[in-house]
């Protein structure tokens, strides 16, 4: 069965540094890409960017450029959401999604259970 | 990057069927053929329900259609029922190399 599988939900003080995963499984890793989300409590959902595993190419939407690092360790099949330095106004849930083929137009469809960031001082 | 434009709600008698628009710009929905649609269920992950305009992924019901015109992309639901009763968003290719989300949008099922 093709899965991603996120870490769980954490609690955090502002300035601290945080780093979440999602592991896939089910596939060739290498060859699709993976995608992060934030939904923000109540709110919609905000495409942050996406990466190939294959050749690690990343791609921020220009909101979040600068402002998270996501990566991946290919040898265990995991993608990487990180901050160096959280603010209050990171609180929200994170999802991560894979691409439905080898690019990234056609679609998402499959997608982790997602994780709930809370930053609180 | 702004987001893309839809309508907060959308509300539809059982057995009637709605449609739901997602307004970009040339740079995005207008641009390319790459525009998507997802279901969330309330404390759920997205599910993708249309892709590339008009395309549905293997198991969705064909009671969900999805077309394009100019800047504006549109989700049809016939034959509404009350599982459909929940939120869906629009999500669009952009010049800029991502991708962008639409507002969101709620369905009620009357």
């Known amino acids: 069965e093709v899965q991603l599988v996120q870490s769980g939900a954490v609690v955090k003080k502002p300035g601290e540094s945080l780093k979440i995963s999602c592991k896939g499984s089910?596939?060739?890793?290498?060859?699709?890409?993976i995608a992060w989300v934030r939904q923000m409590p109540g709110k919609g959902l905000e495409w942050m960017g996406i990466?190939?595993?294959?050749?690690?190419?990343?791609r921020y939407s220009p909101s979040f450029q600068g402002q998270v690092t996501i990566s991946a360790d290919k040898s265990i099949s995991t993608a990487y959401l990180q901050w160096s330095s959280l603010k209050a106004s990171d609180t929200a849930m994170y999802f991560c999604?894979?691409?439905?083929?080898?690019?990234?137009?056609?679609?998402?469809?499959?997608w982790g259970q997602g994780t709930t960031v809370t930053v609180s001082s | 990057q702004s987001a893309l434009t839809q309508p907060a709600s959308v509300s539809g008698s059982p057995g009637q069927s709605i449609a739901i628009s997602c307004t970009g710009t040339?740079?995005?929905?207008?641009?390319?053929?790459?525009v998507s649609w997802y279901q969330q269920l309330p404390g759920k992950a997205p599910k993708l329900i249309i892709y590339?305009?008009?395309n549905r992924p293997s198991g969705v019901s064909d009671r969900f259609s999805g077309s394009k015109s100019g800047n504006t992309a549109s989700l049809t639901i016939s034959r509404l029922q009350a599982e459909d009763e929940t939120d869906y968003y629009c999500?669009?290719?952009?010049?800029?190399?991502?991708?962008?989300f639409g507002t969101g949008t709620r369905v009620t099922v009357l």
């Open positions: 990466f190939y595993p294959g050749d690690s190419k990343v």
């Open positions: 089910g596939y060739s890793f290498i060859n699709y890409w």
């Open positions: 999500n669009s290719y952009t010049s800029a190399n991502t991708r962008v």
């Open positions: 999604a894979r691409s439905q083929v080898g690019d990234y137009y056609s679609g998402m469809n499959v």
């Open positions: 590339d305009v008009d």
């Open positions: 040339s740079s995005d929905v207008g641009g390319y053929n790459h």
